[in-house]
């Protein structure tokens, strides 16, 4: 139909500042990035201004390869919050990167009786505004 409406997405959206710009530009580019801290090595998520290992500024951009592994999920049915109800089930999930970084993200394209620890999955990018593009993950093809 030719007058469509454009969906507004309902859902709260992230405060973005100059820590996590970088992020966010990234994603709008559908490329997934972490930090790495240049004194100790460690890698991180989300985007602070200190490495959470030794507490150094020195901080650089690297890009991941997209792929990991679900550490953990929960499935939520219930859920009366603007934007949430209209996403019922949904699967929260902590994602363990290969890179080795944790990351908390949504699991979708996956029903939540598929969903398993240890499964393979990849990421994928949701365009919710301009602005504001999400990753999140699938299981792995």
């Not at 992230?14 to 100790?40: F, G, K, S």
């Not at 985007?47 to 953990?72: D, F, H, I, N």
Request: proline share 7%.
């Amino acid at each position: 139909m030719a007058d469509q409406k454009e969906k507004k997405y309902l859902k709260p959206l992230p405060v973005i500042d100059e820590e996590t710009r970088p992020w966010w530009e990234a994603l709008q580019r559908h490329e997934l990035y972490v930090q790495r801290c240049r004194d100790c090595g460690d890698l991180r998520y989300h985007p602070r201004a200190q490495c959470t290992s030794c507490l150094s500024p020195r901080t650089e951009w690297v890009r991941c390869s997209g792929r990991g592994k679900v550490y953990t999920f929960t499935a939520t049915y219930q859920n009366q919050g603007a934007g949430f109800r209209e996403s019922l089930p949904y699967i929260m999930a902590w994602v363990e990167l290969d890179e080795g970084v944790k990351m908390l993200t949504n699991l979708v394209e996956c029903r939540p009786e598929e969903a398993k620890i240890g499964m393979p999955v990849e990421v994928v990018y949701e365009d919710v505004t301009p602005q504001v593009t999400l990753a999140k993950f699938r299981p792995a093809r």
